[in-house]
């Protein structure tokens, strides 16, 4: 049989009948645990993430069985393989049209930093047009590894105020990109 578990409940005072607690904590929770990720997957990282998806890893668990492939409808986007630079334009704007709050994993060598391909066609580095939260190296990483980037991101989604995105830094960050 399996054992389901559920969420760790946000700090908070609690007595008979009722729990109190900060709002933002709350939603922190509600989205660490229903993140919809859009995979932006060019080669073989990619196929990583598919066995992550897949029964014997089975992402599901994270409340993430929900891909989008759509911009609108992402707030996680996942870059996992090498991108050329004639593909970073196409990359930011798929970054532009997702609504806030998103956050980015990088998965792997050449999204994170062009891996091997130290030549004239490759990005080296997402990082290089759109802000990056998590980075997970490795070429290919194994799947665990690109679940433990998903879990990064879910602590930070957990922890960040429902205000950063409004804040001096976080505007000052997408400035340094040209996004406004
Ligand atoms: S990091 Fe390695 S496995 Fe991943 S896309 Fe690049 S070459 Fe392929």
Redesign the pocket.
């Known amino acids: 049989m399996s054992e389901i578990k559920i969420a760790e409940k946000p700090q908070g005072i609690e007595g008979e009948g009722f729990f109190a607690t900060k709002l933002s904590d709350v939603i922190g929770l509600a989205r660490a645990n229903s993140l919809w990720p859009l995979p932006f997957a060019t ?3 990619g196929i990583e993430f598919m066995a992550t998806m897949g029964a014997n890893y089975d992402l599901a668990r994270f409340g993430m069985e929900r891909m989008s492939f759509s911009p609108r409808q992402a707030d996680l986007l996942m870059v996992m ?2 991108i050329s630079k004639k593909m970073g334009p196409i990359l930011r704007q798929v970054y532009e049209q997702m609504a806030e709050p998103k956050w980015v994993l990088s998965v ?3 999204a994170c930093s062009g ?2 391909f130290d030549s004239y066609s490759v990005l080296q580095g997402i990082d290089k047009v759109i802000p990056v939260d998590v980075y997970v190296p490795g ?2 990483p194994r799947p665990e590894q690109i679940m433990d980037g998903i879990m990064r991101i879910q602590d930070l989604v957990k922890e960040e105020s429902i205000r950063r995105r409004y804040t001096e830094e976080y505007r000052t960050l997408l400035e340094s990109y040209n996004i406004s």
């Open positions: 080669s073989c990282c393989g090498t792997g060598a050449c891996g091997i070429c290919p």
